[in-house]
């Protein structure tokens, strides 16, 4: 009985672990029409292309900053240059920010949600 009751619960923690996943999680659109996957990855969120001339590559690493809002790396893929990153979850928009110099020069894409 106790047995039975465990996996109970067990099964039950697994299915509510999905059920409250990050609403950054998922597959998304870039602004040059790859998809992205955002999924969790011990406790951030990694960032992975699949698709396009990058596919399979990890382009970014982010950790929750506040509500819908996320903070840590973001890479170029075409020339492996890391920079300080920014996401802002709107809705289906992902509001992305690569940044240098401390902010002083950013540059941003918005991403949909696929």
């Known amino acids: 009985m106790f047995r039975k009751l465990s996996l109970a619960v067990a099964a039950t923690m697994l299915l509510a672990g999905t059920a409250y996943a990050d609403p950054i999680e998922g597959n998304w659109k870039t602004s040059s029409g790859e998809t992205a996957a955002i999924a969790n990855c011990g406790g951030a969120f990694c960032i992975t292309l699949k698709s ?39 809705g289906a928009s992902l509001n992305m920010k690569g940044c240098v110099l401390g902010g002083l020069i950013c540059k941003g894409q918005t991403w949909s949600k696929l």
């Open 52 to 90: 396009g001339k990058f596919a399979g590559k990890r382009i970014g690493k982010m950790q929750a900053s506040g509500s819908n809002k996320y903070s840590g790396e973001i890479t170029d893929p075409a020339d492996d240059k890391t920079y300080s990153g920014k996401a802002t979850l709107s």
